[in-house]
Each structure stands twice: as structure tokens, then as C-alpha cells.
């Protein structure tokens, strides 16, 4: 089955510099790579999602990269600020099932 | 408020005593998930509804857990004879898919946090 693996688990940048989130998976069929944002007491909630047919997608201070050869994608944030403080997960999906990663926790400090 | 909802929010029981929890998705969502975190990790996949059938279970979904979408909207998850190791965060989700596949954005709901003393 799948496999996905997380690199930071936690981050503390300063606000303003970028933050940079990593993950690797196992499975080659996965096709679908969301990101969620997770704060304290809440469901996680999509900030970002990418699929196999593209290798970089951007939503204003956030973007994503996708390489498939190497089965990694990435999360970047730019000119953070303290309410991206959160917790984020990076996930890979294939028609059957959708795994997490363990999560990264994003500290902003101002 | 017009997104996906659990009740309740908090669940204390003793060990050995059945819970059932429920999701209410977003109205016209076909898809709805069940997921299981525990503390410092990513939700774990347990199972998934398209519309009322259930499509996929995962091994972690021991005997013990039953989890029904009779008429294809709200869903309930049951959990029997509860142990200490079921303590943790369940999270359902919805979204709008197609035939089959989890490949489409997933909304959460805030979580029903259960303990088990």
C-alpha cells in the first residue's frame, strides 16, 4: 500500500522568510496530491491540491511541486505570517484510498 | 453553516461500551469518508461511502467498527465493546466525485475526539 513520509515534522521560520515542506510516496499510481492546513481543535482543510499531469501549481503565497519520477512533492510558503501557523499535511491518493503524511508543525513567529 | 458536521463534538465512555458517532455531509456530496487521527500523526483512512455503498474498508477497521449511510446522506459510525486504543480523533469528509476513486477535494468536519477511560 501507500506510503508517505514528511519532512520537517516541526518548522519555526520568522515572519516573512518562506517555509518549505517535503514529501515522499510510495505507491506509483498515486494521481492526487492535496495539502491541508489543520489548526488546534479543527478538521483539516484543503489549502492546496496537485495532480499527476502537472509538476507545479501556485495560489498566491503558496505553491506546490510535483515530481513523479522521484515520487516527492513539495509545499512552499512564501512571506509567511503568523496565521499560517498550523499544522499541514501532505497526502497522495490512487483510486482506493487516500494516506497521510504525519504532519509538519508551522511556526510563524513574529 | 453548510459544511460537513459531527456529532458529538467530545465522547467520554468506559471501556467495554458501545459509541456511535454521526457525520452529516455537505448536501450534495456523493462521497463520505471516516478517518482516524491520533495525536502528532495524519488521519488514517478507516472507510468510504459512494452514496449509500460502501466501497472500501481499511484493516484498520477491526469487527468492532461498523459504519452505515442508509439513504446516501448522513452517515453513523459505530464502535463496540470500545478499548483504550480506540481514543483518538475520528474525522469524516465529504466530496463530489465521480464513479469511482477518492481523487477529487475532500472537506472535513471539526472531529468527534472520543476517550476511552
Known amino acids: 500500500g501507500e506510503n508517505v513520509e514528511q519532512h520537517p515534522s516541526t518548522l519555526s521560520v520568522q515572519e516573512g522568510d518562506s517555509a518549505v515542506i517535503k514529501c515522499t510516496y510510495s505507491d506509483s499510481a498515486s494521481n492526487y496530491f492535496p495539502w491541508y492546513k489543520q489548526e488546534l481543535g479543527k478538521g483539516p482543510q484543503l489549502i492546496i491540491d496537485?495532480?499527476?499531469?502537472?509538476g507545479e501549481k501556485k495560489d498566491q503565497r503558496i505553491a506546490v511541486t510535483l515530481n513523479k519520477t522521484a515520487k516527492h512533492f513539495s509545499l512552499h510558503i512564501t512571506e509567511t505570517q503568523p496565521e499560517d501557523s498550523a499544522v499541514y499535511f501532505c497526502?497522495?491518493?490512487?483510486?482506493?484510498?487516500?494516506?497521510f503524511g504525519a504532519g509538519t508543525r508551522l511556526t510563524v513567529k513574529p | 453553516d453548510t459544511g460537513v458536521s459531527q456529532d458529538p463534538r467530545h465522547k467520554i465512555t468506559k471501556r467495554g461500551q458501545n459509541v456511535t458517532f454521526r457525520c452529516d455531509p455537505i448536501s450534495e456530496h456523493n462521497r463520505l469518508y471516516w478517518y482516524r487521527q491520533t495525536l502528532g500523526q495524519g488521519p488514517e483512512f478507516l472507510t468510504y461511502f459512494q452514496n449509500e455503498a460502501q466501497l472500501e474498508k481499511s484493516r484498520l477497521l477491526s469487527d468492532r467498527f461498523s459504519a452505515e449511510r442508509p439513504k446516501g446522506s448522513f452517515s453513523t459510525l459505530e464502535i463496540q465493546r470500545t478499548e483504550q486504543g480506540d481514543s483518538a480523533m475520528y474525522l469524516c469528509?465529504?466530496?463530489?466525485?465521480?464513479?469511482?476513486?477518492?481523487?477529487?477535494?475532500?472537506?472535513f468536519g471539526p472531529g468527534t475526539r472520543l476517550t476511552v477511560l
Open positions: 497526502a497522495a491518493s490512487t483510486s482506493d484510498d487516500m494516506r
Open positions: 496537485i495532480r499527476s499531469n502537472v
Open positions: 469528509a465529504s466530496s463530489l466525485g465521480g464513479l469511482a476513486g477518492v481523487d477529487s477535494e475532500q472537506f
